[in-house]
């Protein structure tokens, strides 16, 4: 039997994300509600920091900050050569489990394989067991390998489910299916397909599908979008389509919108959460992030939840309330005068107000240790702003909507930085190898409103 990873230094270890205990992590997986826990499950490889047969991990929560880390929820077997992206549903007083069961046809070539849908079960949703029917839904006709990721909702008596795939035209689509139980489904239409390669994608990877606010969005990740201008700057980026559904279960549409600008965001899934919330997470790395802490015996991590709104024709998104439970102590509150730098804790938040940034053209604050830094700079000229770190290809940036003042609110984890802007209109994710101590530095305009606070540094559970 092989032995789990295991972590050999704590240097880049995050205090109040969601992590394994060592080894693997990707993609968020089955964020569901049950019994009076958040669950989540999420891509994993327990024996090594690095991609390798997937398994489901899993922990689960009562506020979306504390995780308890619970046992493997999913592993390949002898018909499978990994458990892939999926999802959960309550359904008849069980915790179903929707996922893409992945088959390599050769074993010396990863690129060979078929991909079909799968579902396994728990009545205490901690041991689960797979559907001796496996699997539950096979590539329709013209479909291509890449058949994938599906997610799962539940509408009066009727399961939906939406699935990443790529039609025969080699372009990524998202097929809608139906079903009464879970166990057999049928077609109801191409949700949507790319209108070309370069614009919106091959493959459309961790589709979602919802309605929020009078809007149908749909949320994936596609892959094979070429760069334009600001945008697609990532090796594959995550983004959603706004618009509604027709009568014949098409998603008439806007033009595709990536969802946050920062490097290190991949592979979104959602909840609606009991009180009626839209919640998010997603992949706190993406496929071309250095990931420096697998020299560590660990590698991957998830964003903090998130809560989704629709306004002013845009997906906004903000830290969910519960984040305020992990403030362990008020820091600073009051003003900070251009040029001034703080002291910051290794796990901390900033909330900032500007009221002269408009018209700025040039950086507004730095924010490291002295060797890997962040800059957040204003174009005021292009309505942009621009977020640049000390690394290859370190420059990210995006138009942003006239406003009066400038908010920002900055999540520092010992090897991550989440920034929400004006409300979350804009969200830059990072990870950031910081070892040395973090400071804040403020540049030519004084923040009128400043509060930082120390968080909780150690909220998981193993």
């Not at 070429?226 to 559904?245: A, K, M, S, V």
């Not at 900033?350 to 957040?376: C, P």
């Not at 290809?393 to 406003?403: C, K, N, S, V």
């Not at 990072?430 to 973090?438: A, S, T």
Request: with cysteine; net charge negative.
């Amino acid at each position: 039997m092989q032995e789990a990873m295991k972590v050999t230094d704590q240097r880049y270890r995050l205090g109040y994300h969601l992590m394994t205990k060592g080894g693997w992590m990707n993609d968020p997986n089955g964020f569901s509600w049950f019994k009076g826990y958040y669950h989540m499950f999420y891509q994993y490889y327990p024996y090594a920091a690095e991609w390798g047969p997937m398994h489901w991990g899993h922990a689960r929560s009562k506020d979306l900050v504390h995780w308890e880390t619970l046992p493997v929820a999913l592993a390949p077997d002898e018909h499978e050569d990994g458990c892939f992206s999926g999802s959960a549903v309550v359904h008849d007083g069980k915790l179903w489990l929707i996922y893409t069961g992945h088959h390599l046809t050769n074993p010396d070539d990863s690129e060979e394989f078929y991909q079909d849908q799968n579902i396994a079960w728990s009545e205490d949703g901690i041991n689960f067991h797979k559907y001796e029917g496996n699997p539950v839904l096979r590539a329709p006709e013209g479909n291509t390998k890449h058949f994938r990721d599906p997610k799962v909702w539940q509408e009066g008596d009727t399961f939906y489910m939406v699935l990443g795939s790529q039609g025969s035209d080699e372009l990524g689509r998202a097929l809608l299916y139906k079903s009464q139980n879970l166990k057999q489904w049928e077609p109801v239409s191409v949700l949507d397909k790319a209108v070309s390669l370069k614009d919106e994608g091959y493959m459309w990877e961790c589709p979602d599908f919802f309605h929020l606010d009078g809007r149908d969005i749909l949320l994936m990740s596609p892959q094979g979008l070429e760069p334009q201008g600001d945008c697609f700057r990532n090796l594959n980026q995550t983004g959603y389509l706004l618009g509604q559904q027709d009568e014949d279960g098409r998603l008439q549409r806007k033009d595709f919108t990536e969802i946050d600008r920062g490097h290190d965001f991949y592979a979104t899934q959602t909840l609606l959460a009991p009180d009626g919330r839209r919640l998010m997470t997603a992949w706190m790395n993406a496929w071309d992030s250095p990931m420096q802490e697998k020299e560590d015996g660990w590698a991957g991590a998830l964003t903090i939840p998130r809560e989704l709104r629709v306004e002013k024709g845009r997906l906004y998104q903000q830290p969910v309330r519960e984040m305020a439970s992990v403030r362990a102590g008020k820091l600073l509150e009051g003003k900070l005068a251009a040029g001034s730098r703080t002291k910051l804790p290794s796990t901390s938040e900033v909330l900032l107000t500007f009221q002269e940034a408009w018209n700025h053209q040039g950086t507004l604050l730095k924010l490291g240790d002295g060797r890997q830094e962040l800059t957040l700079s204003l174009d005021a000229k292009g309505n942009r702003l621009i977020l640049c770190r000390s690394t290859k290809d370190g420059e990210r940036a995006t138009q942003i909507l006239p406003f009066e003042e400038l908010s920002l609110q900055i999540f520092v984890d010992r090897s991550s930085a989440e920034i929400f802007v004006n409300e979350g209109e804009i969200t830059f994710t990072e990870r950031m190898y910081w070892q040395g101590d973090l400071s804040l530095e403020l540049w030519d305009i004084p923040a009128e409103k400043a509060v930082i606070y120390a968080l909780e540094a150690e909220t998981n559970r193993y």
